[in-house]
C-alpha cells in the first residue's frame, strides 16, 4: 500500500535554516543543517536499498508557492496565497509503498527525529494513504 508522508514547517523555518533566526525559530548553523540533509539523505537511502521509496522531495520556501485557480475563460488567476498567515504548510514529502500503516508510521517517526537546532520546532508528519480505489482503508 502507498502513504504519502509530509513534512510540515512554515517560513520561519526556512528562514532559520538560511540563518536568519526568529523568536520560536533559532538560526541553523551549517553544520546543523548538515546534520539535517545527512539524517534526510540516510532515510532516502534506506528506503531506495529497501524497495519502500516511491518518490520524495524538499519543497522550496512556502513565498515561492502560489495558488493557481481559473476564470471563466479557463486562464489561469494566480495569486501569493495565505502563506504569511498560514500555521504550518507542506515543507517536503515521500511516497512509500510498504505493507502497512505501521511500516509507515515507523517511517514518519524516523523523519520526525532528524535533528535540529535546540528550540527549533519540530512539526508532525502526516501518513496518509494513497487512494488504490475501494476497499483500500488503513
Same mark, same amino acid.
Given at each position: 500500500?502507498?502513504?504519502? %508522508?509530509? *513534512?510540515?514547517?512554515?517560513?520561519?523555518?526556512?528562514?532559520?535554516?538560511?540563518?536568519?533566526?526568529?523568536?520560536?525559530?533559532?538560526?541553523?548553523?551549517?553544520?546543523?543543517?548538515?546534520?539535517?540533509?545527512?539524517?534526510?539523505?540516510? %532515510?532516502?537511502?534506506? %528506503?531506495?536499498?529497501?524497495?519502500?521509496? *516511491?518518490?520524495?522531495?524538499?519543497?522550496?520556501?512556502?513565498?515561492?508557492?502560489?495558488?493557481?485557480?481559473? =476564470?471563466?475563460?479557463?486562464?489561469?488567476?494566480?495569486?501569493?496565497?495565505?502563506?504569511?498567515?498560514?500555521?504550518?504548510?507542506?515543507?517536503?514529502?515521500?511516497? *512509500?509503498?510498504?505493507?502497512?500503516?505501521?511500516?509507515?508510521?515507523?517511517? =514518519?517517526?524516523?523523519? /520526525?527525529?532528524?535533528?535540529?537546532?535546540?528550540? =527549533?520546532?519540530? /512539526?508532525?508528519?502526516? *501518513? /496518509?494513504?494513497?487512494?488504490?480505489?475501494?476497499?483500500?482503508?488503513?
Amino acid at each position: 500500500m502507498k502513504y504519502l %508522508l509530509m *513534512v510540515l514547517g512554515k517560513q520561519a523555518d526556512y528562514d532559520a535554516m538560511a540563518g536568519k533566526g526568529s523568536e520560536g525559530s533559532p538560526a541553523w548553523t551549517e553544520q546543523q543543517r548538515k546534520a539535517m540533509f545527512d539524517h534526510m539523505g540516510s %532515510l532516502n537511502d534506506d %528506503l531506495a536499498e529497501s524497495g519502500e521509496w *516511491v518518490d520524495g522531495q524538499g519543497l522550496a520556501e512556502p513565498r515561492q508557492a502560489r495558488f493557481v485557480t481559473a =476564470a471563466a475563460d479557463g486562464t489561469p488567476v494566480v495569486s501569493d496565497g495565505p502563506y504569511g498567515e498560514a500555521k504550518e504548510v507542506l515543507a517536503g514529502y515521500w511516497i *512509500v509503498d510498504v505493507p502497512n500503516f505501521e511500516r509507515a508510521a515507523e517511517i =514518519a517517526a524516523r523523519a /520526525h527525529a532528524c535533528p535540529a537546532p535546540e528550540g =527549533a520546532p519540530n /512539526h508532525p508528519v502526516v *501518513v /496518509h494513504p494513497v487512494d488504490q480505489g475501494p476497499g483500500t482503508e488503513m
